[in-house]
């Protein structure tokens, strides 16, 4: 058995890199093996115009503990590498911003009373109603003995029209990446606890001052080299070996390696395809097959450089285009990426009439703005976990199946909302496990 290695770790996005820091941070060895060319997941770097940019926006928050925990270890600092805004939800239409939200910075709740109460856009009686929704959920009054979806909670909770179509759909489409007649009222309850009633800094919106590869992945890579990890690019892993029930080795198309410890940080079908021929990985199996997946679009588009959003996110009301991000923050002045989700089963149109619709959308907002002078679509057909009714019971434990053999992302069950934050999360558990039975 290879002793100078006992940590393979299958993956180099944000769950298998966040493992691998924290192992090395521990002096635990370890390899990474990662499929693609480059490290960073959904989240790698591609080229739009010549410009590096994230394959996929995310969005990062104050609250993201886990995350910041693993920027510290990499010297990852406010100010310099990122921004901290705070969390303001601006609703626009056409030329109008129909809605605006801010939460301020106060002790729970006050935030979001003073937010509700000063914001534009709702009438009084239904800030009203809003607000004694949180304050039901900030007095644990409100329990569901089952789960049910969003839409059909709000209506039991007196919530309509405006409010629901302003303020709680955006947050159910921005926090669950799930349009609310599916999504879980039980999360949606333990985001609203999360956001509105616990640390006023946890909505605090994170903006990276380059593309995450940068900031991220490029320095997460150094910091495993320097502590003595081994990154492999462009290897596949193809399987597993598995013996009466402990993980004893794992293969690529072109090498065999002994291994004490495997975390499988491929995300959800990469997991699934290398856990398929062991039967005692059948239960995991059975509930990842259930799990449903978000789709989400991300459209880049560019402008001329004078071009820029009255702030640095607004959220669009329309048929396409969800959330647009100016990425002026990055030095990128012009180019505004618009995310959006995709409903289920929908057929969408062919990249160029997709980014019609969003450049008209953008455009009847900012009637004043030029001509764009590019674009570029990506597609992720398996971006997020839709945090869909009864989705949290569906969750895995980050180990137990097979002596040895550890699995981290988002579909793994932290107590957290199922995000970029749960993915580091379960990979810092799979680490801090590991490294105690090794006692250190
Ligand atoms: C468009 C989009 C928007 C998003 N927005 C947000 C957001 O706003 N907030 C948020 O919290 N999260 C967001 N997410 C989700 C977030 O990106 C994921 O939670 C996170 O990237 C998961 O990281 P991961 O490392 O677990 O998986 P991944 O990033 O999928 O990484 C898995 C890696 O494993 C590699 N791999 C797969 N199979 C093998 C194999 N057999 N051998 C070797 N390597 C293999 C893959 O190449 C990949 O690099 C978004 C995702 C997308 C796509």
Redesign the pocket.
């Known amino acids: 058995m290879n002793e100078a290695a006992p940590v393979y770790i299958?993956?180099?996005?944000?769950?298998?890199?966040?493992a691998a820091i924290e192992l090395c941070r521990k002096k635990i060895p370890v390899t990474v093996?990662?499929?693609?060319k480059?490290?960073?997941?959904?989240?790698?770097r591609i080229a739009f115009d010549g410009m590096p940019v994230d394959?996929?926006?995310?969005?990062?928050?104050g609250g993201?503990s886990n995350l910041l925990s693993i920027f510290r270890t990499l010297k990852i600092r406010e100010n310099q590498d990122y921004e901290r805004i705070p969390f303001d939800l601006v609703l626009r239409r056409k030329r109008k911003t129909k809605f605006r939200f801010r939460l301020y910075g106060l002790p729970a709740p006050y935030g979001v009373r003073a937010g509700l109460y000063l914001a534009r856009g709702v009438p009084f009686q239904e800030k009203i109603r809003a607000l004694r929704l949180i304050d039901g959920i900030h007095r644990n009054r409100i329990v569901l003995d089952e789960d049910i979806s969003v839409s059909e909670f709000l209506m039991q909770q007196g919530q309509r029209d405006r409010v629901t179509r302003f303020f709680w759909r955006p947050l159910c489409r921005?926090?669950l990446?799930t349009e609310m007649n599916l999504a879980s009222a039980q999360l949606f309850i333990q985001l609203v606890s999360w956001l509105f009633l616990s640390d006023p800094a946890n909505g605090d919106v994170l903006l990276m001052r380059q593309d995450m590869s940068s900031i991220f992945s490029d320095r997460a890579m150094d910091y495993i080299e320097q502590k003595g990890g081994m990154i492999k690019l462009g290897?596949?892993?193809?399987a597993l070996d598995i013996n009466n029930d402990t993980i004893t080795g794992v293969k690529?198309d072109d090498a065999k390696f002994d291994a004490r410890h495997v975390i499988l940080?491929?995300?959800?079908?990469?997991?699934r395809?290398?856990l398929a021929p062991h039967t005692a990985a059948q239960p995991v199996l059975a509930k990842l097959d259930r799990l449903v997946f978000s789709k989400?679009?991300?459209v880049y588009v560019k402008y001329p450089s004078e071009t820029a959003l009255p702030m640095q996110i607004i959220h669009t009301m329309g048929a396409l285009g969800h959330w647009v991000l100016d990425q002026r923050v990055q030095g990128k002045s012009g180019t505004m990426a618009v995310?959006f989700l995709v409903k289920p089963q929908l057929h969408l149109a062919p990249d160029d009439k997709i980014c019609e619709e969003i450049c008209a959308q953008l455009s009847a907002s900012f009637p004043y703005w030029k001509a764009p002078l590019g674009y570029q679509v990506?597609h992720?057909p398996?971006?997020?976990?839709a945090n869909t009714v009864r989705s949290a019971s569906l969750l895995v434990a980050p180990s137990n199946i097979i002596s040895g053999l550890w699995l981290?992302?988002?579909?793994v069950d932290t107590r957290l909302l199922?995000?970029?934050?749960?993915?580091?999360c379960?990979?810092r558990e799979c680490a801090r496990q590991i490294s105690s039975q090794m006692g250190k």
């Not at 290897?235 to 193809?238: F, I, K, Y």
Request: charged letters at 15%; aromatic letters at 8%; proline letters at 1%.
């Open positions: 299958i993956g180099g996005g944000w769950s298998g890199l966040s093996i990662e499929a693609a480059q490290l960073g997941g959904k989240s790698r394959q996929s926006q995310l969005m990062m928050f993201y921005m926090f990446h290897h596949e892993v193809t690529t940080a491929n995300a959800w079908d990469g997991v395809r290398l989400l679009t991300t995310c990506v992720t398996d971006a997020m976990l981290a992302g988002d579909f199922p995000s970029v934050e749960s993915a580091v379960s990979a």
